[in-house]
């Protein structure tokens, strides 16, 4: 299907793919939710998203609500709970003192790793499958251009892609490590 520039069309364009992307999100949260639910962790998925980050790097508050487009003040909500719970705390940046980094403590660390990573049991990941690694790869790159014309800072987009590698990475060396203190603690 291609799109014109006749502002009827380009309208009801816009309203499919906010219903299909809205149901794709819903869907992919679900399966979020239930890994959190089976890992009793009692996060939410926006705690899961903000832990996940900050397993990479430290991040204020005004750099989560860039990369996650949520308002300032929904994280600061989030990240108090986060550091109330002993997950997160509040640092202090040697080089700016008005910053301030959170980083995830290592009770934080150790919750994260006991939360599985996305899986083949994943809707998202069962309907990429079925699309194959060719339209996958399309549909992502469509994804990008658009959130790249939709954005102010196009940066965000393109910082995404290293940034989900190294949550990957970190995510597989958390789970490694807690294996290790299973495994060490039952010796």
């Known amino acids: 299907m291609s799109i014109s520039k006749d502002p009827e069309i380009i309208t009801g364009t816009s309203l499919e ?10 869907m992919s949260k679900r399966d979020v939710e239930k890994k959190l639910a089976a890992s009793q962790t009692n996060l939410s998925s926006l705690q899961h998203s903000v832990m996940r980050l900050l397993s990479c790097q430290g991040f204020t508050i005004s750099e989560l609500s860039r990369k996650l487009k949520y308002d300032p003040a929904t994280l600061v909500q989030t990240v108090d709970t986060l550091e109330r719970e002993g997950l ?3 640092g202090h940046d040697p080089k ?11 009770h934080g660390l150790k919750t994260l790793a006991r939360i599985p990573r996305v899986n083949q049991e994943d809707a998202l990941n069962q309907g990429l499958t ?7 790869a399309q549909l992502l790159n469509l994804l990008r251009e658009l959130a790249a014309y939709m954005t102010d800072d196009e940066k965000i987009i393109e ?29």
């Open 17 to 26: 793919i906010r219903i299909l992307t809205d149901m794709v999100a819903r």
């Open 88 to 90: 997160v705390k509040r």
């Open 96 to 106: 700016d003192r008005r910053r301030t980094p959170l980083a995830l403590t290592e």
């Open 130 to 136: 079925r699309m194959g690694n060719e339209k996958a």
């Open 159 to 187: 910082n995404l892609a290293p940034l989900v590698l190294q949550i990957i990475a970190r995510a597989k060396t958390l789970a490694a490590e807690v294996s290790v203190e299973v495994v060490e603690l039952t010796d």
